[in-house]
């Protein structure tokens, strides 16, 4: 496949500083934005559906009517388009990886040989079940409890108690091992404990998937043993935590000594089980989710062993389906893409096979992509527009109503100490002593794990790696890290609609600048808030300003609980509180930076657009952002897994709390998103 890159599209950096002189001063040329003429494409705007009724169909409503999903993937939005031309170019590096060297442990043997081993779909038929076969005999040859707790820490099997390397939260310089609980093949405890349609014919079908998966792999008595998985499954459901629950910070916190934890959670062999992680020398395991390790490692005393084993030969089958044979591939796909995200048909198999290759190895991909599609002028755009929003949260900061002194000062270093990557990581990991066959896709996929646990325990003997990136470089993403306080923004991301250096300032500010405003306010969510700017759980809070904040955060918390994510399924508004925290701040900075840069570059007037003004653009951008369709089990999936609200609520959840909006669209009392002034939520 060879490369495609569309006309006006810049070819290199060079070529697009002739005619950029500010990243955000595109209106100055004549060049053509990605979407539309200057970033939003305003033949989608309603003609019958008011701003002030519903912002987001306001927008979009052309979009709504038109755009469908692509095959094989449940919904259509910004990142699933930027991601299918991200993918197209990704096919192009590993074609041309194909073509060249075939040096071992090179990049491009590397990249070429996985794909021809995931995408050799003749072979992957011919051997079945085979490739898994030494794993399964694994589990068959357990004998009692010790040797199934041994095999949970087997970086390939999936079993419900797990271990890694995470942050220590109390000295984030410093890594450690931790340990937690997994086990449920549903996305969420919901799907388990919730007695309704569709959860009830989800279950009848997992029983379902589980049977098969054993009578196709040749187990005895399937359906006896599935009653039992899925039995467990569901005891295990009702012990996890709700994922609210695990984002409070401070409750996931709980660090002990092995002594302790044998303690603390008995039942469970911990001590072959932390040797066979090489945890056994650590002198002190966090255990993130504790009263569920604790009653989860009651459970695993109390089951007996045969019905353990029973579920770590399906656990193995469902992990690696997806590797498998033709049978294998459509099962595993009928259960958790039919099924479960109600996705109508598989993706054609050589766009699987890319995504492989870009999962598999997205560092060897990201550095080749990097290095076409993503110059140091880039770079240098986004980190001006990361300290337009610095300047503009450290400019509100200082004059925040709500907030004491001793409070306000803390914040402030806290700001200040927010390190931000772009684009790639400044290291890439050596990962050329991995061996990558074209035959053996199964284990290429296991020689990775084992190199990324051995890397793992590297890092319990290192200081923190600075310069990792928790994405690979062509990842549509952008994430705050707690424990680094840092952002970070990958190439992958800063494409359009997210970016598009061609298109007018407002855009830029509504998109780019909004979501890196957001990443900023996770820094300041109602987590974030609980550390410091050295990423270490600590309370600088006043009792006064955290409860004035805690008042203002219930304020959007209850706003969210009257969302219908579905029909008879609303958004989890304490769930969900940091991702809408992040939005409005991110959004209400973002046009604050907005102001500022009208008034630096532009004279103090915005130019009028296209008709619009430059705060119109600013919220159309944000509108446009988020406009999405999505199938109902994919939306039920995130509304139950996924702290995000759905993209309307992004949209009109969020400009209702923000001044600037109404004046911009003259929303009036009696408009449907309406919000009295004394109601709209102001933080950050
Ligand atoms: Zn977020």
């Known amino acids: 496949m060879k490369i495609s890159l569309k006309s006006g599209f810049c070819l290199t950096a060079a070529i697009c500083t002739l005619v950029i002189s500010s990243p955000l001063a595109a209106q100055q040329t004549t060049e053509k934005a990605a979407i539309g003429t200057w970033g939003v494409d305003t033949t989608n705007m309603s003609k019958t559906v008011s701003a002030g009724d519903d912002f987001y169909r306001y927008v979009n409503e052309g979009w709504l009517k038109t755009a469908k999903a692509p095959t094989g993937i449940p919904y259509i939005d910004a990142f699933v388009e930027v991601y299918l031309s991200t993918e197209q170019r990704v096919g192009g590096i590993i074609a041309e990886a194909r073509e060249t060297t075939d040096a071992p442990g090179s990049p491009e043997q590397m990249i070429g040989d996985f794909h021809r081993s995931a995408s050799d779909m003749e072979r992957r038929n011919a051997l079945g079940i085979t490739p898994i076969a030494s794993t399964l005999s694994i589990v068959a040859g357990t004998t009692d409890r010790n040797d199934i707790a041994r095999i949970m820490a087997y970086p390939w099997i999936d079993g419900f108690m797990g271990g890694g390397v995470l942050a220590n939260a109390n000295d984030p310089t410093k890594q450690m091992a931790a340990v937690g609980v997994g086990g449920l093949t549903m996305p969420s405890r919901d799907y388990y404990l919730a007695d309704a349609e569709p959860y009830i014919g989800h279950r009848k079908a997992l029983l379902e998937y589980i049977a098969s998966s054993l009578r196709r792999a040749g187990i005895d008595n399937p359906d006896a043993r599935a009653e039992k998985i899925m039995a467990l499954e569901l005891e295990i459901a009702k012990r996890q935590w709700s994922l609210g629950q695990q984002r409070d910070v401070v409750a996931m916190n709980n660090v002990m000594t092995p002594a302790q934890l044998k303690a603390y959670a008995p039942g469970f062999p911990w001590d072959v089980f932390l040797a066979e ?35 770590l ?71 001006e527009m990361v300290g337009y929003l610095r300047d503009t949260y450290r400019a509100r900061i200082q004059k925040l109503e709500w907030m004491d002194e001793p409070t306000r000062a803390e914040a402030l270093v806290k700001l200040e100490k927010v390190a931000s990557y772009i684009g790639y990581p400044e290291k890439w990991h050596d990962r050329s002593n991995v061996r990558i066959t074209a035959d053996d896709y199964v284990g290429n996929q296991n020689r990775l794990i084992n190199w990324v646990r051995a890397d793992n325990l590297k890092k319990l003997t290192e200081p923190t790696r600075s310069w990792e990136f928790p994405y690979s470089p062509q990842e549509i993403n952008a994430g705050y890290s707690q424990s680094k306080n840092s952002i970070t923004f990958p190439a992958g991301v800063l494409q359009p609609p997210f970016f598009d250096p061609k298109a007018d300032a407002a855009v830029n500010f509504g998109s780019i600048a909004a979501v890196i405003g957001h990443e900023f306010g996770h820094g300041f969510d109602d987590q974030g808030s609980r550390s410091d700017g050295e990423g270490k759980i600590r309370d600088w809070w006043t009792k006064a300003s955290r409860a004035e904040f805690e008042k203002r955060t219930a304020g959007l918390v209850d ?60 919220f159309l951008a944000w509108a446009q952002l988020w406009r999405n369709i999505t199938s109902e089990g994919e939306t039920r999936r995130r509304t139950l897994s996924d702290p995000h609200s759905p993209g309307e609520f992004r949209v009109n959840g969020i400009v209702r709390n923000v ?5 911009a669209f003259n929303v009036k009392p009696g408009d449907k998103l309406y919000l009295p002034p004394e109601r709209r939520v102001r933080i950050w």
Do not use: C
């Not at 030969?313 to 039919?338: C, I, M, N, R």
């Not at 560092?363 to 980190?383: C, H, L, M, N, T």
């Not at 001044?659 to 004046?663: G, L, R, S, T, V």
């Open 277 to 311: 992680m090489q945890f056994d020398t650590q002198s002190q395991i966090k255990v993130t989710t504790d009263t569920a390790t604790r009653d989860i490692a009651k459970l695993f005393a109390e089951t007996p062993v045969a019905d353990l084993q029973s579920f």
């Open 313 to 383: 030969t399906y656990k193995t089958l469902d992990a690696w389906a997806d590797s498998l044979s033709e049978p294998w591939v459509q099962a595993h796909f009928e259960f958790h893409g039919k099924r479960m995200q109600d996705t109508s048909e598989r993706r054609p198999a050589e766009l699987e096979a890319i995504a492989s290759v870009n999962a598999a190895l997205g560092e060897e991909i990201g550095k080749a992509y990097v290095a076409e599609y993503f110059g140091a002028s880039d770079r240098a755009k986004v980190q």
């Open 559 to 618: 706003q969210f609980n009257q969302y219908d994510a579905l029909p008879g399924l609303k958004i989890n508004g304490r769930q969900n509180l940091g991702e809408n925290i992040g939005d409005l701040g991110g959004l209400s900075v973002a046009y604050a930076a907005y102001q500022t840069y009208v008034k630096e570059k532009q004279g103090g007037k915005a130019p009028v657009i296209g008709g619009f003004t430059g705060d119109q653009r600013f």
């Open 659 to 663: 001044d600037a909006w109404y004046k």
